[in-house]
């Protein structure tokens, strides 16, 4: 089975970057679509970015659309979130899925199956 660890979070100041990584372990990421998600004190889960397998497509909250890119190495199997110009409202913890053998992303939660621990992103202003 797939486990699934992000890494690369940490304290930036407002206007910095950050790269998360998520590498897939056990299996690949093998005709998987994979997601970004995150989680900040007191509110939901919420949809960051997704990308799919195969023909490459990719999918963006819109608050998060031109600061954000995903990306996805298949040889290293490992899929990036790059974080530009990031705010203090960006301060969340994140996390990746994906969606086993689905190539497709998608933008709900029930709709990946497998999730990481989470790694912190912390903005300061």
């Known amino acids: 089975q797939v486990q699934l660890v992000e890494s690369g979070g940490g304290l930036v100041q407002a206007g910095g970057s950050l790269r998360l990584s998520c590498a897939a372990s056990?299996?690949?990421?093998?005709?998987?679509?994979v997601g970004w998600f995150r989680q900040a004190p007191g509110k939901e889960r919420e949809f960051v970015a997704a990308?799919?397998?195969?023909?490459?497509?990719?999918g963006y909250a819109d608050s998060v659309q031109s600061r954000f890119s995903i990306s996805r190495d298949n040889a290293q199997n490992t899929v990036y979130l790059q974080m530009n110009s990031l705010k203090p409202e960006d301060t969340a913890v994140y996390y990746c899925?994906?969606?086993?053998?689905?190539?497709?992303?998608?933008?709900?939660?029930?709709?990946?199956?497998?999730w990481g621990q989470g790694t912190q992103v912390t903005v300061s202003s």
């Open positions: 899925a994906a969606r086993s053998q689905i190539m497709a992303w998608a933008r709900g939660l029930s709709d990946y199956d497998i």
């Open positions: 056990g299996r690949t990421f093998s005709r998987s679509a």
């Open positions: 990308i799919s397998w195969g023909i490459i497509t990719t």
